[in-house]
């Protein structure tokens, strides 16, 4: 399995982004699919996540800011960032939950990895 990240970069303070994470490989199943980000000296902490039946779970800071969507049929989850801030500076990883065959197991994995700087 395999996760495939897109979408980060520089931006102004107030700007947005859109990350886009695509997973492919031995798929039998995804669970949830999220974002994790990580700025220097921090740890790793969630950022949202979307689990297959649509529920969401946001960290308090992005609330309002933040837009996270999924498209089961693609695999793919997207992170809607708008009215970015200095400390939202990180590398955003992506992470899916997934089972590869029928009554297996879900493991995480883990895309490589974007850096999104907020700066002016």
């Known amino acids: 399995v395999q996760l495939q990240a897109s979408g980060g970069g520089l931006v102004q303070p107030g700007g947005s982004l859109r990350l886009s994470c695509a997973a492919s490989?031995?798929?039998?199943?995804?669970?949830?699919m999220g974002w994790y980000r990580q700025a220097p000296g921090k740890q790793r902490e969630l950022v949202a996540a979307?689990?297959?039946?649509?529920?969401?779970n946001f960290i308090d800071s992005v609330k309002g800011r933040f837009t996270i969507s999924r498209d089961n049929a693609k695999n793919t989850v997207y992170l809607q960032m708008n009215s970015l801030k200095p400390e939202d500076t990180a590398v955003y990883y992506c992470?899916?939950?997934?089972?590869?065959?029928?009554?297996?197991?879900?493991?995480?994995?883990w895309g490589q990895g974007t850096q999104v700087t907020v700066s002016s």
């Open positions: 490989g031995s798929i039998f199943s995804i669970n949830s």
């Open positions: 992470n899916a939950r997934v089972s590869i065959r029928s009554g297996s197991y879900y493991h995480d994995y």
């Open positions: 979307i689990t297959s039946g649509g529920s969401i």
